[in-house]
């Protein structure tokens, strides 16, 4: 049986992210002094315009173009076989080579931390960094693995019946951050999809 969702709270919409991004564009340039070894890789799907945004903030500060890599993790999840037969796997760009650089992981949120794991499994496949650092837009806690981000957007504290809904201009066409709730399975069944889907399975 399908799971559904309604929205709850919206807790961000556009100018709010706006805000967000500029000030965690800061916090990556002092977390290492500078941007000169920095590469920001946005891990698929909604990482990937965060990592976009993040650049253009820093270019905006700083007079710095930052490298931008994707990261695509489909093979390297844990839960690969729930997926389906036969996976999508994207592409991977990175825009050189890793060594010396401090690779900045974006992810829209953090969770389980299991998207985080794969994404560092991902990314040592393709070289050595001197150091990876992690920036989510937001964190909503209920951690699984011990991981943690070095730059958050925005704490929020949730249930675990709840879900955080990030949707980025770029792909779902508005800027908003929603809490969704799960319905009860008396409403699920109703096969009410109008109050909204989780847009991915958070990790």
């Not at 990937?48 to 993040?54: D, G, I, K, M």
């Not at 799960?182 to 109008?194: F, H, I, K, N, Y």
């Amino acid at each position: 049986m399908k799971t559904f969702f309604r929205s709850k709270a919206t807790i961000a919409d556009e100018t709010e992210i706006e805000r967000i991004i500029r000030r965690m564009a800061v916090q990556v340039v002092e977390r290492d002094g500078g941007t000169e070894r920095l590469m920001l890789v946005g891990i698929r799907t909604r990482g990937v315009p965060l990592a976009q945004r993040l650049a253009a903030a820093i270019q905006a500060m700083e007079g710095e173009e930052i490298p931008q890599g994707v990261l695509d993790i489909t093979l390297y999840r844990d839960d690969l076989s729930a997926i389906g037969p036969q996976p999508v796997v994207k592409e991977t760009r990175l825009p050189g080579p890793l060594s010396g650089r401090v690779v900045v992981l974006c992810d829209d949120v953090l969770f389980s931390g299991r998207t985080v794991r794969a994404a560092l499994d991902a990314l040592l496949d393709y070289g050595r960094p001197e150091a990876v650092r992690l920036a989510v837009l937001v964190d909503r806690g209920h951690r699984e693995l011990p991981v943690q981000a070095d730059v958050v957007g925005k704490e929020v504290p949730t249930a675990a019946h709840e879900h955080v809904e990030v949707h980025f201009q770029e792909i779902d066409g508005a800027d908003r951050i929603r809490i969704l709730e799960r319905l009860p399975e008396s409403e699920s069944a109703t096969g009410d999809e109008s109050a909204g889907r989780p847009q991915k399975e958070e990790r």
